[in-house]
């Protein structure tokens, strides 16, 4: 699975023969704070005690993790969060930034010669320095974040393409540090600290 994630192709390599296959995926997952899936929530305790939680999310490997770019830790639904109004924002008007973001993007990379690329995810470490150049204040954020998280070379590359498309859904040319800040935020990697301390 590494490798579709990070290539966008399957390879198999049997005696002196290699195939490749295409295959860009989109990887969606769910998985439970611990076995019994109660370690994160409120008023509730693992019932497998405290290493629980460490030793069933360690199930998945830091390089796997280092190329899922959202990690969002979601809590508990409670029966009164299902009453509640619903967001300010519809579904008409976020397709509508996505489809704006999107066209912002292709343009880009048409104006630079790469014409079959479509979306920030797609562009290799070289483009990426064209196209996600932080300001000074996200640059400083970022930079500080690598050091202090220990982002990989890959996370740090993927760190600033998220921070690219949040920038491209607002609408803005440059890239700040509110982007980058989001953009750390979902790496997950700040939760994986507190978790360790």
Do not use: W
């Not at 995926?25 to 769910?30: H, P, R, S, Y």
């Not at 998945?60 to 299902?82: F, K």
């Not at 619903?86 to 996505?98: G, I, L």
């Not at 921070?163 to 953009?183: K, M, P, S, Y």
Request: proline fraction near 5%; hydrophobic fraction near 40%; aromatic fraction near 2%.
């Amino acid at each position: 699975l590494r490798q579709p994630l990070e290539s966008g192709e399957s390879v198999i390599a049997r005696a002196n023969h290699r195939i490749s296959y295409p295959s860009r995926i989109q990887l969606v997952a769910a998985m439970n704070p611990c076995r019994c899936g109660h370690a994160s929530e409120a008023g509730r305790s693992c019932k497998r005690g405290p290493d629980c939680r460490e030793r069933y999310q360690a199930r998945v490997s830091g390089p796997m993790l280092d190329r899922i770019d959202l990690q969002i830790e979601m809590p508990a639904v409670l029966a009164s969060d299902l009453a509640l109004p619903p967001p300010a924002e519809s579904s008409a008007d976020v397709r509508r930034r996505v489809v704006l973001a999107r066209e912002r993007q292709a343009a880009r990379f048409l104006a630079l010669g790469a014409k079959k690329l479509r979306t920030n995810a797609e562009a290799s470490g070289t483009l990426l320095e064209l196209i996600a150049t932080p300001d000074e204040a996200g640059l400083a954020l970022l930079r500080q974040a690598a050091d202090t998280l220990h982002l990989s070379a890959r996370g740090y590359h993927r760190t600033l393409k998220v921070a690219r498309t949040l920038a491209d859904l607002e609408g803005a040319e440059t890239i700040g540090r509110q982007h980058i800040a989001e953009a750390l935020a979902y790496r997950g990697e700040t939760m994986r600290q507190k978790a360790a301390a």
